[in-house]
Nanobody, 115 residues
Framework: EVQLVESGGGWVQPGGSLNLSCAAS????????MSWVRQAPGKGFEWLAGIYGDGTPLYPQHLKGRFPISRDNGRNSVSLQMDNLQPDDTGVYYC?????????RGPGTQVTVSS
């Protein structure tokens, strides 16, 4: 059974940083692409970044790699580094078993950016 648990969210002031992590289990992690998506209040899901099993990242063009993604196959985890956060970045952040965020997701971690 696929299990994903996101962590690292919280409240941060504009300009602040957070590093999100996702612990995965129930599948052969090292061979599976992973991704991060978010859902802002009242909006749909937005794909933020994907990463192949070998660590090659893939980003949507409109974000231009704003949030670097990385993975540790030894620890079955995938991370998202978020710097210079702004209020528009507020939302729930999910990791997904899929390159572009279309696969199973975890329960998510809340990120709130406000002063």
């Amino acid at each position: 059974e696929v299990q994903l648990v996101e962590s690292g969210g919280g409240w941060v002031q504009p300009g602040g940083s957070l590093n999100l992590s996702c612990a995965a289990s129930g599948f052969t992690f090292s061979t599976i692409p992973m991704s991060w998506v978010r859902q802002a209040p009242g909006k749909g899901f937005e794909w933020l970044a994907g990463i192949y099993g070998d660590g090659t990242p893939l980003y949507p063009q409109h974000l231009k790699g704003r949030f670097p993604i990385s993975r540790d196959n030894g620890r079955n985890s995938v991370s998202l580094q978020m710097d210079n956060l702004q209020p528009d970045d507020t939302g729930v952040y999910y990791c997904s078993v899929d390159l572009m965020g279309l696969g199973p997701r975890g329960p998510g971690t809340q990120v709130t950016v406000s002063s």
